[in-house]
């Protein structure tokens, strides 16, 4: 059975320990690549990355950009929004049906 996980800074991933995801949270960004890359060989079909984790390993998110499973999904950390999660979303969508209809 696949599992969803959620990674990022302690502040920003806790919360989602509640509604019984499993948090991983992560202190540097060797540590969240390292994280990234062991639930991706694991039975994990959903990876939440926080967005400031993202956007500082960008070539290790890309890497599974195409594959089935995982689906890594980006949120908004604690500082807020940095929009490159709105912005995959309009990629995928985009490549998806051939036009920007957002």
């Known amino acids: 059975m696949y599992k969803i996980a959620v990674l990022g800074d302690k502040d920003s991933v806790l ?18 690549r390292r994280t990234l890359h062991a639930l991706a060989k694991r039975d994990y ?14 070539a290790d998110v890309d890497r599974y950009k195409d594959a089935v499973t995982p ?13 490159i999660g709105m912005a995959n979303v309009k990629s995928a969508v985009e490549r998806a049906v051939g036009a920007d209809i957002l």
């Not at 919360?15 to 540097?28: C, M, N, Q, R, W």
């Not at 689906?71 to 929009?83: F, N, R, V």
């Open 45 to 58: 079909a959903v990876i939440y990355l926080t967005e400031q984790a993202a956007a500082q390993m960008k």
């Open 71 to 83: 689906a890594i999904i980006l949120i908004p950390g604690t500082e807020g929004s940095l929009g």
């Open 15 to 32: 919360g989602f320990k509640a509604l019984g995801l499993d948090v991983f949270p992560v202190e540097s960004m060797e540590e969240a």
